[in-house]
């Protein structure tokens, strides 16, 4: 009812508890709040919130141009609507280190249960397409210590995501995820890793926490929960794929509603009412009117 019964601290601790018992975190992208109540009944282990996924709800391509405000509010009404703990893209920091670090504390006022910063050029492209750039190394590590220097709740996960794989190669990609946790980081998310190959190479080099974006139509091969268990991997999200399913349906119902002139054929591929109902929690709502609740099956 209303919002989430537990605290961000608590979800913040049972990150770093589910964390360290060393098994995969499963993690979808939820595309707004009532789809994260979705992803915790559904049994998953935590929610992302993607900045692809929220710029695009806005109408608006992956290229850096929402805001922090943006992100920070977004991110917040849809980690107050679950009990699962919330990671969130904040990008590159939204700025200078300074910047970077207030957005940290913007973050954890939110909500949020950690965020990942990367080392992209700013303004930064989707990880999954060509052309990106990223920063030299000082400058990538001087984000994630502002983040680690910003944040007040040691709890609070923060995660270098690191893109330079497709600029400058594997290699590279080690030596950068070895000198950002060196800086600080408590996970890496390396992006655009082409196989299990790769992900076992960024494995064998760092001892934290690893993150793997399962996400479709990218760079690399879309590994099961097993495989990325079996390697070591610590956390997967699936950024993308609530908000493709969604749209999908929706493009394939609004050519039949223009095609037939109804949604009658639709029907058995809707949520039904009652299970809409069931997922607000309509009922509790009876604890403070009576009134407020009067569907009936």
């Known amino acids: ?15 770093r508890a589910e964390l360290a018992s060393g098994r995969l975190l499963r993690m979808p992208g939820a ?19 993607s900045g692809a996924v929220l710029s695009a709800d806005l109408g608006l391509p992956d290229i850096g141009l929402t805001t922090a405000t943006e992100v920070t509010q977004r991110a917040g009404q849809i980690a107050r609507m679950t009990n699962l703990p919330a990671i969130v893209d904040a990008d590159t ?14 973050l954890e006022d939110a909500g949020l249960a950690g965020c990942h910063i990367e080392d992209q050029v700013n303004p930064k492209r989707c990880g999954h397409l060509d052309g990106k750039s990223v920063v030299d190394e000082e400058t990538a590590l001087q984000r994630i210590r502002a983040a680690v220097d910003g944040r007040r709740d040691p709890h609070f996960l923060v995660m270098a995501r690191t893109d330079i794989r497709a600029v400058d190669g594997l290699s590279a990609a080690v030596d950068r995820a070895k000198a950002l946790v060196d800086a600080g980081a408590d996970a890496i998310f390396p992006e655009a890793m082409t196989g299990p190959e790769e992900f076992e190479a960024i494995r064998a ?46 493009m394939t119902g609004l050519d039949e509603i ?3 002139g109804t949604q009658a054929g639709l029907l058995d591929r809707m949520q039904t009412r009652a299970e ?15 009134d407020v609740f009067n569907f009936r099956l």
């Open 93 to 106: 920091g939204f700025g200078e280190p300074m910047n970077v670090a207030r957005t940290v504390q913007g």
């Open 205 to 250: 080099a760092v001892d934290v926490p690893l993150l793997a974006n399962m996400t479709e139509f990218g760079k690399g091969e879309l590994l099961t929960a097993q495989q990325l268990a079996d390697i070591g991997m610590n956390i997967v999200i699936y950024p993308v794929t609530l908000l493709r399913l969604a749209m999908g349906a929706a």
């Open 31 to 49: 595309f707004n709040p009532l789809s994260a109540r979705l992803i915790e009944a559904k049994g998953f282990d935590g929610v992302y919130v």
């Open 276 to 290: 809409l109902y069931d997922l607000l929690d309509y009922q509790a709502y009876n604890h403070f009117d009576a």
């Open 1 to 15: 009812m209303l919002y989430a019964t537990t605290t961000p601290a608590d979800r913040r601790a049972t990150l």
């Open 258 to 260: 223009k095609a037939e």
